[in-house]
């Protein structure tokens, strides 16, 4: 769980703009924010490449770059964006080698974090626990859209089905997903189903996407088997999920998973202890934004030893595994 709040207003009319430019900009990323609902106000975000010169920030998307570097302003803080895995990227060409001087990405250990987070409910969820146990009649769905294999997850999912039944749904499945998109997805197999697997396709330091967060929507009714990052017992409050690491083969992860299936008060225990918090669907980017205004803003106050590292070492190196590094035990 993260210990920061969502952010609130606290008007700053009086100080000066700051104006931050989306130079290179994947398309998945606003182009035009409304600063009004942050803590601080005063920014003011465009595309225009001509306000390079009297821009205080500027953001560069990590898959939306090229070799032309722009002439960087004496005092303009730069600020690299990425939220894909680095298991799924090239590293960025050395003509960028400490260029920047903060990170906005997935990765707890960024100037501006930019990902999902989880908050405690202030209200508690009112639903009948018991009658969501009684209603299902199945045990593991897994939704997936990539059908590639990485970080061998087809591999842990073929042996894992040795031993309870799995139902596959979308691209690689043998049925379409019931309905469009995945979160809506999610939350219609969860009625039915006790488990839902949330596998990344990539092991990586800090890289928990969405396939796990949906375990805290609201209408979210099965408990997620998360494959996810390694460190992901100091991100996900404890018994919100349960964590594929903690078995030695897909076998022992079947086996508890059939035990749990048939005690319905450890059952339910998961489910009231993962609605005992909630994401802040989609506005991810909006806290980013917010904290980014306020970094900017603050940040000569502060102690910040990001400005000159070397991006690809800090953020590809030694923090994925490999397929060489993974081991999928096969019981005999």
Not at 52 to 71: C, G, H, I, K, Q
Not at 219 to 248: E, G, H, M, Q
Request: proline share 4%; hydrophobic share 30%.
């Amino acid at each position: 769980m993260s210990g920061r709040a969502a952010l609130t207003s606290t008007k700053n009319k009086t100080k000066p703009d700051i104006h931050i430019l989306w130079y290179a900009k994947q398309p998945y990323f606003t182009g035009s924010f409304n600063f009004t609902e942050c803590r601080y106000t005063n920014c003011i975000l465009t595309e225009d490449k001509k306000k390079l010169n009297t821009s205080e920030a500027v953001l560069f998307a990590y898959r939306d770059m090229w070799s032309n570097v722009p002439v960087k302003k004496d005092g303009q803080i730069w600020v690299i964006v990425n939220i894909e895995s680095p298991a799924s990227d090239s590293d960025l060409s050395h003509v960028w080698d400490n260029k920047f001087d903060w990170s906005m990405t997935y990765r707890r250990d960024s100037e501006i974090l930019l990902n999902y987070e989880t908050f405690r409910r202030t209200q508690p969820l009112d639903k009948n626990y018991h009658e969501i146990f009684k209603n299902k009649t199945k045990l593991v769905a897994w939704a997936v859209s990539n059908c590639g294999s990485g970080a061998k997850r087809r591999e842990y999912v073929s042996e894992m089905e040795k031993y309870i039944n799995v139902d596959i749904y979308g691209r690689c499945g043998k049925a379409p997903c019931p309905v469009e998109g995945m979160p809506g997805c999610h939350e219609l197999l969860s009625q039915k189903y006790k488990f839902y697997l949330g596998f990344e396709n990539s092991l990586c330091k800090d890289y928990v996407t969405e396939k796990v967060y949906h375990t805290f929507l609201d209408n979210s009714n099965a408990i997620y088997v998360a494959r996810t990052a390694p460190n992901v017992k100091s991100i996900l409050p404890p018994k919100t999920y349960i964590d594929v690491a903690d078995f030695d083969s897909p076998k022992h992860l079947a086996e508890y998973l059939l035990k749990l299936a048939s005690n319905e008060n450890e059952y339910i225990s998961y489910l009231k202890e993962t609605d005992k918090y909630h994401i802040d669907n989609e506005r991810n980017y909006w806290r980013a934004m917010c904290d980014l205004c306020e970094l900017m803003n603050t940040y000569k106050t502060r102690n910040l030893t990001w400005t000159g590292k070397n991006h690809n070492d800090w953020y590809r190196k030694g923090v994925c595994l490999s397929d060489n590094e993974i081991t999928i035990k096969k019981e005999n």
